[in-house]
């Protein structure tokens, strides 16, 4: 086990380590001394399964989410604005997010619109939520015709990455976590995507102090970009690798069955093949090396390995869907594709036959 | 006639004169020129008036909104978000909204939510949303627990003040936008005050050369208050001269038959009251002037004047409105108060017994 680290990272401080959710609330007490009311909106099955650990939140009322992508809809944005009413939140009270990505998309975006902005602290429990999700500031819901189509940039006060917490997540959530963690690899440079690579075997078995500092790398990697293009005006777009093909395929499944980091997953392979099929690709051997370690990790190396008779993931739907990338106009998409490992075109264009090509 | 007036006010042209309706669309081809998209949000009683004079704006989409304070709902919300994505709106288009300040609150909130964050240029159609609501970004709806409970901070690219549309706002309208005016008057100074009553006469025949210098000094002094601290976090506070009475009254009214700037009016008139009731008053005439002022403006001087048995504004339900007051905790409201002419408490706390008297 290693001691908690506690980093800034896009002007927030990132605590990472095991056994970190019995100190949030000292946290809030000791750090956020002004804090008149606490909301702590959470994924229900997470609260069942840790809330006991929040100490000293006994009493602290609790709006429940869904589980999942579900949690993301203007419904659910009503229901957590009417309990931050009917709790009585003001500019000096502080949400508390408790859950994976979908929950801190959604709490984010309450605490940034109710009475103009409350705080958040957010409390990732799930792999991706701590290596990517919770970074960054950004909140969103899903539209009928895209997902994140509506939502803030909403710095958090404060991040816990409790590690432990990862142990019991489920073997789907572990991999589609690791989805993000290669893409940040990717996109950090070398060393990182080398210390994945020699790590993997730890890092299936959950070795927790492997884990933290997988997330911290993470963690670090991600804040560095943020940092410099916090509103995504310019290189930010980084990020988004693998992202605008993870989405097209996350809408067309209908937001169920194929988690946000498996579909990254899938992006990032078919960002691989079109850098390749448009001589983009410097790094020739880039995608056997991703290929290879997608494998071993227990990830999709083709959008093959997603579809099935009850989920056909149509080309004609995804191109459907690339309509409204947020990165290009309205039926421009623009692509970030890899030359090689931290090097990207962040705003590639692609031509309909190429797309259908890589679809197929 | 005066000409155009192009100021910069909270780092934002603001275009104030007669007949600039003609020229918005000139406006966005000359000067934002990467737009890709338009979408306009409009009033649709304002729609049907003047939307003829919209040059060039044959073929741009419309998307309606209901008249008054009932588009600013969460369903208006998601209405809009959803024509937004209907009309393929990207990071690229700009929202233009042509309405009072119900209509810039709703387009506004629309723009900064969709993709994350469009430009929108306003249309300020009301003398209220000329003055007052157009200018300093904020922008929200209501919620069933108060007014203006969920909303953004979202700087408008451009606003344009087309004074030749206020000869045909209703006599009601007029009047709520002096209510602004007033209260703007009152933050600016002495000089600014002085104006409006030395052009008490020419302001309510709508004098087009004093409405426009009008509308260019509020529009100046409210910039000012803004630019120092555009997400008020201190000294934008004073804008909210007489609202937390105001809100009170309208929640207790259900948003309808009593105009905002009306509601202003009286909450002024409060304030005036209690800073008297608790010797904060330097100016021991301040209410005698601001209540002939008030009268020769067709603007309350009570809250027995908004009264009627169908609309009985109770003390309990004003009371409660307090409650979600943004400037305090919950349950503890604070209130702006005058000292004098441009001088004022920005957060006083009054005793529940002392209100209970002054709502009476």
């Not at 929950?103 to 605490?111: E, F, I, K, R, Y």
């Not at 293009?229 to 809408?251: K, M, Q, W, Y």
């Amino acid at each position: 086990m290693i001691a908690t680290i506690a980093i800034d990272s896009a002007a927030c401080p990132v605590h990472i380590g095991p056994e970190l959710l019995e100190g949030v609330r000292d946290f809030i007490d000791a750090e956020l001394s002004d804090v008149d009311r606490i909301l702590l909106i959470a994924d229900g099955r997470v609260l069942e399964h840790h809330g006991a650990r929040l100490r000293g939140f006994v009493g602290v009322p609790v709006h429940v989410l869904p589980s999942g992508e579900v949690a993301k809809s203007l419904r659910q944005l009503e229901l957590a604005l009417a309990a931050c009413a009917d709790e009585g939140l003001s500019r000096s009270s502080v949400i508390v997010s408790l859950g994976g990505g979908a929950t801190s998309d959604l709490a984010g975006l309450t605490a940034s619109l109710f009475k103009r902005g409350l705080r958040v602290v957010h409390i990732a429990t799930s792999l991706l939520a701590q290596v990517d999700a919770s970074i960054g500031g950004k909140t969103a819901i899903n539209l009928p015709a895209g997902k994140n189509l509506a939502g803030t940039f909403h710095a958090p006060t404060a991040i816990f990455a409790d590690t432990s917490i990862l142990r019991t997540v489920s073997p789907l959530d572990w991999r589609a976590g690791l989805g993000e963690v290669v893409k940040t690899a990717l996109i950090a440079g070398e060393a990182q995507l080398a210390f994945v690579e020699q790590n993997v075997d730890a890092i299936l078995e959950r070795d927790l102090d492997v884990v933290a500092d997988l997330v911290r790398r993470c963690v670090e990697a991600k804040g560095a970009v943020v940092t410099e293009d916090p509103f995504e005006e310019g290189p930010r777009r980084v990020l988004n690798l693998g992202h605008t093909f993870a989405h097209a395929i996350e809408f067309a499944a209908g937001y169920t069955g194929i988690a946000h980091g498996v579909a990254v997953a899938c992006g990032i392979g078919l960002a691989l093949e079109a850098a390749q099929e448009i001589d983009l690709l410097e790094d020739a051997d880039l995608p056997k090396r991703v290929n290879r370690l997608f494998g071993r990790l227990g990830l999709p190396r083709t959008i093959l390995e997603l579809r099935s008779p009850m989920r056909p993931l149509a080309p004609s739907v995804l191109m459907r869907a690339f309509e409204h990338d947020k990165k290009g106009r309205f039926g421009e998409p623009r692509f970030v594709l890899p030359k090689a490992v931290g090097r990207f075109d962040l705003s590639v264009k692609l031509d309909g036959e190429l797309l259908e090509h890589l679809l197929r």
